[in-house]
C-alpha cells in the first residue's frame, strides 16, 4: 500500500512555530490532508512527543518521533525514532548540549509543552534555536547509535542547510537528504531523496510530501513502521511530491 | 563616529534606514548565529554574509543597532521588513568581512 509521509513538522514547542500548532491540530490536519505517516520534529526538543503519540493514536496516523537538531555548523539535521522513550532519550542527549540562552518569548515566541487536550504543561525557558555543542558527524553518529534515521534537513536552502553552511555535501551515512525544490544540488542523487513540509504554520502541514509501499497501518507497532521506511530508504524507494 | 555616519564613511548601501543612531563603540564579526549570541553583546554593528530573517532576531537579541552584509549579498523582502519592525539598520557592501573589519577596527582604534 502507499503510504503518504511527512517527516518534518513543528509544534508550539518550537519558538518559530505557532503558538495554534498543537500536537493534536498538528495531527488532524495531517490526516485532513491524506498524511498517514506523520513525525514531530521541534528544535533540539522532544517535549511535545508523548502528546503527539497520543494525538495520532486517536486521530489514526502513523507517527515518528524526533527532532530537528541544529548542529556546530548550524545545520538542521532530523532525527528520528520508532517511539515516544527513545525520542525523549535522544532529546536528552540534544538539551545536554544545547548551550542555556535564556528564552525571551515575547521577542522570540512561545516555547510551550503542552499535552493531548492542548493544556500547558511547561514552558521551556532555554532557547531552543541555536547550536548544540556537537557537530554534524557527532550528531548522524549518535543518532545511527541509537538505531534511529538521520536526515540533514532542507539541504538546499539559504540558510542552516549543509550546502549553506558547509558549501558541500560530507560523506556520511545520511539515511536520506531533504530538499525542497528541484533539481537537488549537486551530489545529492548519491543518496535517497525525501521532501517534507517543515511546517511551522498548520496550513503548511503537507504541502511538500512523498510517499513509498509498505504494508503498514495504524494497527503496526511504531518499530514495524519505521523498519518500513527505513528499507525504503535503504532501497531507495521514494516518490517526491516535487 | 555615530553608527548612522558609517554608510557615508565607508561607502554602504542603505537598505533599511529605520533604526536609532547611538555612538559606534563596538563591532562583531560571525556568520555563526550561535556564536554571535554568546559574543555580540557589545556590539553596535554586526558584520556577517548571513542575509536572512533569523539573523534580525539575533541582531536584536544581543542589542546589534545595524548589520552590515558583506560581499554584495541579495537580501531578501523578509529580512529588510524584519529589520524594519526591530528597528535594526540594515547596510550592504561589494567588499568581504576581512576588509570591513579592517576599516571599522581602524576607525574604532583612531578616536
Known amino acids: ?242 | 563616529m555615530n553608527l548612522r555616519e558609517l554608510p557615508k564613511v565607508l561607502d554602504l548601501e542603505v537598505l533599511q534606514d529605520t533604526f536609532d543612531d547611538r555612538p559606534l563603540s563596538g563591532a562583531y564579526t560571525s556568520d555563526l548565529l550561535s556564536d554571535v549570541m554568546a559574543h555580540a553583546n557589545d556590539a553596535d554593528v554586526l558584520i556577517t554574509i548571513q542575509s536572512h530573517k533569523n539573523t534580525v532576531a539575533v541582531a536584536s537579541l544581543v542589542g546589534v543597532g545595524a548589520i552590515l552584509l558583506s560581499n554584495n549579498r541579495p537580501v531578501p523582502e523578509e529580512m529588510i521588513q524584519a529589520a524594519r519592525d526591530e528597528s535594526i539598520g540594515i547596510f550592504r557592501s561589494r567588499e568581504n568581512q576581512f576588509v570591513l573589519s579592517g576599516r571599522i577596527y581602524r576607525i574604532l582604534n583612531a578616536e
Open chain 1, 1 to 242: 500500500m502507499t503510504i503518504r509521509a511527512d517527516l518534518h513538522n513543528h509544534s508550539c514547542l518550537s519558538p518559530c512555530g505557532d503558538l495554534e500548532v498543537s500536537p493534536i491540530r498538528l495531527a488532524r490536519r495531517a490526516a485532513e490532508r491524506g498524511i498517514s505517516l506523520i513525525a514531530l520534529t521541534d528544535h533540539n526538543a522532544a517535549g511535545n512527543c508523548p502528546a503527539f503519540a497520543e494525538a495520532c493514536r486517536r486521530v489514526g496516523l502513523m507517527a515518528l518521533f524526533g527532532t530537528e537538531t541544529t548542529s556546530r555548523e548550524e545545520v538542521h539535521i532530523l532525527s528520528l525514532f520508532p517511539d515516544v522513550e527513545s525520542a525523549l532519550d535522544w532529546g536528552r542527549w540534544v538539551y545536554d548540549r544545547l548551550p542555556d540562552f535564556r528564552h525571551d518569548p515575547e521577542k522570540l515566541g512561545d516555547q510551550v509543552v503542552v499535552d493531548v487536550d492542548e493544556n500547558i504543561l511547561a514552558f521551556e525557558e532555554r532557547y531552543l534555536i541555536p547550536a548544540i555543542e556537537a557537530s554534524i558527524d557527532d550528531i548522524v553518529a549518535e543518532t545511527l547509535q541509537r538505531d534511529g534515521l538521520v536526515i540533514p534537513a532542507h539541504i538546499d536552502r539559504s540558510a542552516h542547510s549543509i550546502y549553506s553552511q558547509l558549501g558541500f555535501l560530507p560523506d556520511l551515512p545520511f539515511s536520506a537528504l531533504e530538499i525542497t525544490r528541484r533539481p537537488p544540488p549537486p551530489g545529492a542523487e548519491d543518496y535517497t531523496l525525501i521532501c517534507d513540509s517543515d511546517a511551522h504554520f498548520l496550513d503548511d502541514v503537507g504541502r511538500r510530501t512523498f510517499t513509498f509501499s509498505a504494508e503498514i497501518s495504524v494497527d503496526s507497532s511504531g518499530q514495524e513502521v519505521f523498519n518500513a521506511l527505513a528499507a525504503a530508504l535503504q532501497e531507495r524507494r521514494t516518490t517526491l511530491s516535487i
